[in-house]
């Protein structure tokens, strides 16, 4: 990375002068970059895509403060500032992040020159309704390198969807690096939940700055009564509630999430549960619009391994650069007129045109084979049971030919013989007090129990007392299962009168589902304040769970407390019909 001074320009300089009109096939920076595509702008920014005519390749370019308006004003926020921690970002080697390049410092403000990232603008992927997955794994990528900058000192600034892109193999870049003044770890843990949001509703989060409106080809997301957009799996109901979660926690700032770390671990882990994609149409989306639709893109053609050779969206102006000479290596920027792939030989062909949209990049490549981690257990199940086997043949071999009786075989038992057992002549322990009475009691109150997150089916839970085996409450669809994201999810019920669980009855078609049953000093104590008293594994159908030995304390709030889910194909849920509770009188 070099850095460029134009110190000769400023030098005398009393008032801040106007650069080079910005338009395509424009020359700046005395004539290094021609300008191609403009790709949006922010706060006094603008992105560029352009050429570097002396190295021959292409390079994108953020504009700080074009007009000068900046310059020679607040110290905190002139062009110089900037560019300095600009330059923090240049010791980051990251897969999400543009190499930073070089920065011009000019009279009429700067210029932040960094590599070109291949792909398309983040709205127009979202356009296309990428899988869930898809979104988490690229947004894991932007998140890890902002741990990285983090580390280093610097800040990524991701404050604005025109400067991420979306790579052909489904990766987010912050492809126009330059960072601001006041920005901080915290901000871009916001923009991460952001980006994320923006992928999964095709909205971007509404600020401060930009409360309504569009914002960089998003329409805003509209604002509930506590401040925040809709929930991403309120949204689209294919969304998984991890996914959702991190979004929503991030966004918001001070619930959970503070780190690009842990937004980075979690939609790793999210992204690599397995989830076969249902056949036909993936998901159904709310009516949002079609915003972005009937527009011309460069649609990308998927080659035969699912991935994207070309990318989409991008429309070269007439006035870019003219025909010219290339040298025998440089690389050939223009797509084939039947594959949509970068040829592989001289001349160039008009990028083709379709008003289609274009498929995701963000798909995955379908099913993946067993993993290394099933291959081992499967490996390790085998040899245990070789091992037994062999265990059992050596007991067997020792029985027959091993130093038994001497007694003749007609006065061995070997298990052909009826035995016969002698009778006691010790009187018989008394017998066991009898359990006391017991009744069936009714809670007046009952209510999802969530202290790590969002309550799930929150409506549903009545539902489980009502005495209907047709109606039911279920949790959410999970990728991992507890306590991936939250160490648990329960129903707490409440009596009119301190009661002493004997057992507990319930009704349920998942099963595997493993609960706890736990009394508990109040309906919105943590689970550190809660009592254990039984526990088990659900099957299919009703399952009772006693109390053993019974409990001698009465609490007024029993919780019903699920540890582990039912498997619901490649994710996690469990439903429950029908909670009954046995009580001594």
């Known amino acids: 990375m070099t850095e460029t001074h134009a110190a000769a320009q400023r030098a005398g300089s009393g008032s801040p002068q106007r650069g080079p009109r910005l338009i395509p096939g424009a020359m700046v920076a005395g004539g290094r970059y021609r300008l ?44 110089d500032s900037i560019l300095t921690r600009t330059l923090r970002l240049g010791k980051i080697n990251a897969p999400g992040l543009a190499r930073v390049l070089d920065v011009v410092r000019s009279v009429s403000g700067g210029i932040v020159v960094s590599e070109w990232t291949d792909g398309s603008p983040l709205s127009e992927v979202a356009a296309t309704d990428p899988p869930p997955d898809g979104a988490a794994r690229a947004v894991a990528v932007l998140a890890s390198a902002a741990e990285q900058a983090h580390r280093a000192g610097a800040e990524m600034c991701i404050d604005h969807p025109d400067r991420i892109r979306i790579t052909p193999d489904g990766a987010a870049v912050l492809a126009f690096p330059a960072t601001l003044p006041g920005v901080d770890h915290a901000e ?99 009516d949002r619009g079609a915003r972005g639709e009937g527009r011309p893109v460069d649609a990308p053609v998927a080659p035969e391994d699912g991935r994207f050779a070309g990318h989409a969206g991008e ?23 039947h594959t949509g792939r970068i040829p592989a030989g001289g001349g160039q062909s008009p990028p083709r045109r379709t ?22 257990t499967v490996l390790v199940a ?39 057992t002698a009778a006691s002549t010790t009187e018989q322990a008394p017998a066991p007090p009898p359990p006391p009475a017991s009744v069936t009691a009714k809670p007046v109150n009952i209510a999802v129990y969530s202290p ?10 009545p539902l489980a007392i009502d005495g209907d085996p ?38 349920s078609p998942t099963p595997g589902t493993h609960v706890e049953i736990r009394t508990a000093p109040g309906p919105n104590a943590s689970i550190a304040q809660t009592r254990l ?45 029908e909670v009954q509770f046995t009580v001594a009188e």
């Open 36 to 79: 191609l595509v403009r790709h949006g702008g922010t706060r006094g920014l603008q992105f560029w895509k352009a050429l570097d005519t002396r190295l021959d390749r292409e390079v994108a370019l953020t504009f700080i403060d074009p007009d000068g308006a900046r310059t020679g004003t607040d110290p905190s926020t002139d062009p």
């Open 188 to 286: 871009d843990v916001h923009g991460l939940g952001a980006t994320l949001y923006a992928l999964l509703t095709n909205e971007w989060p509404a600020s401060k700055d930009d409360p309504a409106g569009e914002v960089g080809g998003f329409r805003t997301a509209l604002l509930g009564a506590q401040g925040l957009p809709t929930e991403p799996h309120v949204v689209r109901t294919d969304i998984p509630f991890e996914i959702s979660a991190v979004a929503m926690r991030a966004i918001q700032g001070n619930s959970g999430i503070r780190t690009a770390a842990t937004v980075q671990h979690v939609l790793e882990q999210a992204a690599n549960a397995p989830t076969p994609p249902p056949p036909g149409r993936r998901f159904a989306r709310t």
């Open 315 to 337: 429309t070269e102006h007439a006035a870019a650069a003219p025909d010219r000479p290339r040298s025998p290596d440089a690389p050939h920027r223009t797509s084939d007129e």
């Open 355 to 376: 008003t289609a949209r274009p498929r995701s990049l963000l798909l995955d490549d379908g099913p993946k084979g067993p993993s290394r981690r099933t291959m081992s």
């Open 382 to 420: 085998l040899a245990v049971a070789v091992i037994a086997v062999v265990i059992f043949v050596m007991v067997q071999v020792g029985d027959v030919f091993g130093g038994g009786s001497d007694a003749p075989l007609t006065q061995q038992n070997i298990g052909l013989n009826p035995t016969t």
């Open 452 to 461: 790590q997150g969002v309550p799930d089916d929150p409506r549903g839970a």
């Open 470 to 507: 047709g109606t039911q409450w279920s949790t959410d669809q999970y990728f991992q299962q507890l306590p991936a994201l939250k160490n648990g999810v329960g129903l707490m019920a409440e009596f009119d009168r301190p009661v002493k669980v004997m057992k507990v009855g319930i009704d």
């Open 533 to 577: 008293i039984a526990s088990g594994q659900l099957g299919g159908g009703h399952t009772e769970i006693a109390v053993d030995p019974p409990t001698d304390q009465a609490s007024t709030h029993v919780l019903v407390w699920l540890t582990e889910l039912g498997p619901a194909g490649s994710r996690f849920q469990s439903k429950i019909t």
